[in-house]
């Protein structure tokens, strides 16, 4: 790989950041301070951080229920994605939303998404937008291993084929869907096996790999910007942590975790930047220093922010929500 | 364009189908607003299963799509083609088919400008045939409106003439929020009075399709040509019906028919979805509520029995409601059988 320090450690950044903030996250929810529940991206960072590095702003993303990551790499608030997290009115949703529903239409985020393949229908309909439009976006629909055993996966798949839509179907196969392995639960060996049935390439990679990441999804989106169709890219991942915070792991043992944490993206990524004299110890702590604080005035930015007013609840239905609140 | 009321007395009207009119709203649309497509099953090459789209065929090539089967994406697409700045009118075929892709209407599309504070404007139209035909039986058959009514995020358009078609859909096409039309089957061929002139109609607006004295009829769509068809019946044992078309159920006009009750003091509601939980069922809710004292009798409901609609004709017949049903409601609330 020949790019530049301020590049490289532009990616090691955004992992740090998305990192801080879940950790954080995940602090507070078993301080139980934010209600609802949450899934954390610890430990597949790289993936939305190699994809985004790849996307302009005017690009769309579809994410999911385990999309902080996600937003943070496409540039969100943190404090305003902190906030929704307190169910506060300074949130991205108002307070309507929380973790599963984030959304920021102004950077080209569709929404996280609560209900498994929900996203796919959505981007292949951004996909058809861009086409009738004849514009060059593109769109990168992220899904788990999880979904691809929905019919939206294979709808998906097969609509953006037929219509040659410039969309990159992204999986984060973290192993697990919810509780179960997706080896018990899944037809094929490899998710992007999968692709062949939709003529379209389809690509196994690892997802903890950031460069790999980038690499690959750079070729696919530039495919897809010149008219060539969608790509199905597998990130293979481990989802370290638990389905959601508080999730008691019964179905797998510490040593598999442990194992894991061993190959999580964050820590390969720094000595790899460390071997090649692209990062020093200061500067990497100078960038962990800088996420943290970011992460301390976003959670105190949300605990100044008030509650939503109750009566707001019956807003946002319409466009004029006058008359509908009966 | 100018509102419908003020243009029902005046214009030339000619005679057009219903879903004639449909095509009109939509080339004259399209026309107007490069960004409006549309798309589904058979529609590109044959104009729709009903030819709905007839007018539109060979003029806008790259906007008229033919789809895969595959509601789910039929209908989440329509969704993601809104954000990304489009206008999408999705057709779902038959009404029975929305439940398969049901998740991407009522938990995408329905929820997600709420769920997102307010960020999303969604313009975008899901549009399709509901109601019985001749002998469809019971997957091709169904009028499933009540659902969109029920669940919250979305507007429900259900017209009854050529008039209100074309007129509501121009209103649809101009929305920021979505909007669902469910356009009856034996509806599409039936002739009525179309302005030259452009003209929308706008949602929320009740129309009385007959003025009378003696009982309300409030119904939608096919059961709207039912009720005033008991109506001239009843005329001649001197019973005079008020027959109140709803066009839209969200919004609901709930004062045209609060007002109509005040003065006929009887109510009847009718529809061709099951009489079992159906939006006649809410619209008794409504007014029980809001309007007890001007009530004479228990207000009634017509509506399809509790079963799926049969094959067989004299099945269909009997499960589905018609004229007479209503005729014996409206006596019967006036205490006359």
Redesign the interface.
Known sequence: MDYSKEFLQGLYRTMVRSRAFDSKAEELFLEGKLPGFIHLYIGEEAIATGVMANLRKDDYITSTHRGHGHMIAKGADMKKMMAELYGKITGYCRGKGGSMHIADLSIGVLGANGEVAGGLPIASGAGMAIKLKKTDQVVVAFFGDGASNRGAFHEALNWCSVYKLPVIFVNENNQFASTERVQETTSVQNISDRAVSYSIPGVTIDGNDVSAVYETVKSAVERARNGGGPTLIEAKTYRIKGHFVGDPTLYRGKKEVQEYWKREPIGRFEKKLKEMGMLTDKEKENIKNEAEKEVEEAVKFSEDSPFPEPVSALQDLFVDDTGYGY | MIQDTAIKECADMREITFSEALGEAMYEEMTRNPTI?T?GEDIAKQGGIFGAYKPLLGKFS??I?D??I?E??I????????????R?VAEFHFADFIFTGM??VT??IMK??????????LPLVLRGPDGISKSAAAQHSESIETIFMHV??I?VIIPSTPYDMKGLFKTALRS??PVICFEHKLLYKMKGPVPEEEYYIPF?VADVKRKGKDVTVVTTSRMVHESLKAAEVLLKEDIDVEVIDLRTL??LDKKTVIDSVKKTHHLVVAHETWRKGGWGAEVASVVQEEAFDYLDAPILRVGARNVHIPFSPPLQDFVVPDHKDVEKAVKKVLGEV
């Open positions: 497509f798309y790259d906007r799509i789809t895969p595959s789910e994406v209908f989440g697409s329509a969704l993601g083609a809104a954000l990304a700045g489009m999408p998740t991407a938990n995408q997600i400008r709420y769920m997102t504070g307010g960020q999303a404007k919250p995020g507007k920021d929020d929320g969200i919004p």
